[in-house]
T-cell receptor, first 113, second 118 residues
């Protein structure tokens, strides 16, 4: 069964610190992997996307990595800000020419002053 | 509009009532998706439209759930005889299409409708 698992489930860090969120997946055949940020009461917003051939992608203070061999991805947040407090969801799409996407449960990040 | 909009943003229903949730996708987006998101969980797929055709409804939890997109733009998710377990946030997303380049199949989400069934 295709699955996406994220860790940790939740994380508390101090403003200005860095953190790394993990995503492991078993989706096959693999098409692409996205990281979304979901603020409370809002819909998810895409941060990064990586295909099979890409192993890193940056978007400002967000850097995602992908190891397609081990089926692992990480999202690194640098110099965290209070506004980074949100859920971060890893989403993997199947390469079936269609639309199947599998969502992780998300990591809930709390950034404290 | 500039993004995906959903209405109402909040809905409280008594058990047994019917509800209708609306989604206005980004203009020109062919694909439309409905998801159900329980508290503290990621979105779970409900159904998918390509234009007006409902190509996959495998995620609908029961025959009380019905979705339509009659003119290939606005979509409505209807839940009949609501139950307490239907309480969740219902997210709508749209994309230019499916497959192909990631930029083509990126899904843009609306803010969701939070449904509470008492």
């Amino acid at each position: 069964k295709n699955q996406v698992e994220q860790s940790p489930q939740s994380l508390i860090i101090l403003e200005g610190k860095n953190c790394t969120l993990q995503c492991n997946y078993t989706v096959s055949p693999f098409s692409n992997l996205r990281w979304y940020k979901q603020d409370t009461g809002r819909g998810p917003v895409s941060l990064t996307i990586m295909t099979f051939s890409e192993n890193t992608k940056s978007n400002g203070r967000y850097t995602a990595t992908l190891d397609a061999d081990t089926k692992q991805s990480s999202l690194h947040i640098t110099a965290s800000q209070l506004s980074d407090s949100a859920s971060y969801i890893c989403v993997v799409s199947e390469d079936t020419g269609g639309f199947k996407t599998i969502f992780g449960a998300g990591t809930r990040l709390f950034v404290k002053a | 509009g500039a993004g995906v909009s959903q209405s109402p943003r909040y809905k409280v229903a008594k058990r047994g009532q019917d509800v209708a949730l609306r989604c206005d996708p980004i203009s020109g987006h062919v694909s439309l998706f409905w998801y159900q998101q329980a508290l503290g969980q990621g979105p779970e797929f409900l159904t998918y439209f390509q234009n007006e055709a409902q190509l996959d409804k495998s995620g609908l939890p029961s025959d009380r759930f019905f979705a339509e997109r009659p003119e290939g733009s606005v979509s409505t998710l209807k839940i009949q005889r609501t139950q307490q377990e239907d309480s969740a946030v219902y997210l709508c997303a749209s994309s230019l299409g499916v497959g192909g380049l990631p930029s083509y199949n990126e899904q843009f989400f609306g803010p969701g409708t939070r449904l509470t069934v008492l």
